[in-house]
C-alpha cells in the first residue's frame, strides 16, 4: 500500500492518464480528489469508485484556468479530507498546428492549460503542504515534448518545456520544507487525447517507440504513484521518462 493514508488530487482525473492514476492511488490506499472541467464524467467516476478500495474518491468541479476554482479545491479537499498530502498536476489538452496559423487565443488557451494550470494548482498546493506543517509530493504531467520538439506543436511543447523546468524550480523551493516536486514525461500513450489520429499516423508513431508500441495509461499512472510515494522519498526535481524509449535516441 504505496500511498496509504495519503489524500492525492489529480487534476484531469475524469478520463485517460489522470482517470488511471486515480485508480492506482485508490488501490495503493489513497484518498482521492477527482479534480475536472468534465463534470459529468468526473462526478460519475468518483460516484462509482467511491468506497470500492476502501478509500473516499470525490470529485470537484474544477477548471485549472480560474484562480479561484483551484485555490477552492484544495481548501475543499483539505476541509473534507483533513490535508493534501500529494498532487497530479496532470489536467491538459493538445493540439496541432503550424506556427505561424496559431491565433494568439489558440496559443494562449494551451499556455493556459497546460503551464499556468499545473503553476496555479502546484502553488495552492504549496501553500496547504506548508500551512500544515510540510511536507507533501507533487508530480506534474510534462511530455516527450517537454525535451524535444515536434512540427506543429508550438503551443504544447513551449508548455511542456516550461513544466519540466517549473518543475525543476519547484523542487528546490520544496525541498527545505519537506515537498518533493517530480514531472512525468509520457510517450504517447492510449487516451481519448489521441482519438482524432489518422490510422497512418499512429503507426508512424508505433514505430517511433523502441518498444514498438504505445503506452497505456496504467502505465504512466505506476510511475506517478511511486513518485508520489515514500519509496521516492529521495528523489526530487526528476523528469521521468515513461516513453518506451521514445526519448533513448534513434535504435
Ligand atoms: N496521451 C498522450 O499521448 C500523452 C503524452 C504525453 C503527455 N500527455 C499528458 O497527459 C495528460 C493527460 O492526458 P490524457 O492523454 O490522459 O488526456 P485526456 O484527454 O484523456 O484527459 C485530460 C483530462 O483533462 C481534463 N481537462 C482539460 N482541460 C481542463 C481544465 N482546464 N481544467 C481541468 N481539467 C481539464 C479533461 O476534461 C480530461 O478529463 C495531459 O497533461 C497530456 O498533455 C499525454
Avoid: W
Avoid at 488530487?9 to 492518464?17: E, L
Avoid at 504512466?220 to 528523489?235: K, T
Amino acid at each position: 500500500m504505496r500511498l496509504k493514508g495519503k489524500n492525492m488530487v489529480v487534476t484531469g482525473g475524469a478520463s485517460g492518464i489522470g482517470l488511471a492514476t486515480v485508480v492506482r492511488s485508490l488501490e495503493e490506499g489513497a484518498h482521492v480528489v477527482i479534480a475536472d472541467v468534465a463534470g459529468s464524467d468526473g462526478a460519475a467516476q468518483a460516484a462509482r469508485l467511491d468506497g470500492r478500495h476502501g478509500g473516499r474518491c470525490l470529485f470537484v468541479a474544477t477548471d485549472v484556468t480560474d484562480t479561484a476554482q483551484v485555490d477552492a479545491l484544495m481548501q475543499r479537499t483539505a476541509q473534507e479530507l483533513g490535508g493534501v498530502h500529494a498532487v497530479f498536476n496532470n489536467a491538459g489538452i493538445g493540439g496541432l498546428c503550424p506556427a505561424q496559423d496559431y491565433t494568439d487565443e489558440a496559443f494562449l488557451r494551451i499556455i493556459d492549460i497546460n503551464l499556468n494550470g499545473v503553476f496555479r494548482v502546484a502553488r495552492a498546493a504549496l501553500r496547504h503542504m506548508l500551512g500544515q506543517g510540510g511536507g507533501g509530493s507533487i508530480v506534474n504531467c510534462a511530455s516527450i515534448l517537454g525535451v524535444m520538439g515536434q512540427k506543429q506543436t508550438a503551443a504544447y511543447s513551449a508548455a511542456k518545456g516550461g513544466v519540466v523546468n517549473l518543475t525543476r524550480t519547484l523542487a528546490l523551493e520544496g525541498a527545505s520544507h519537506g515537498v518533493r516536486v517530480n514531472a512525468v514525461g509520457p510517450g504517447y500513450i492510449d487516451t481519448p487525447l489521441l482519438k482524432d489520429l489518422p490510422p497512418e499516423m499512429r503507426q508512424a508513431l508505433v514505430r517511433l517507440h523502441p518498444l514498438g508500441r504505445l503506452g497505456t495509461d496504467t502505465e504512466v499512472a505506476n510511475a506517478v504513484v511511486f513518485l508520489a510515494s515514500d519509496e521516492a522519498s529521495f528523489i526530487t526535481g526528476a523528469h521521468l521518462m515513461v516513453d518506451g524509449g521514445y526519448t533513448a535516441g534513434k535504435s
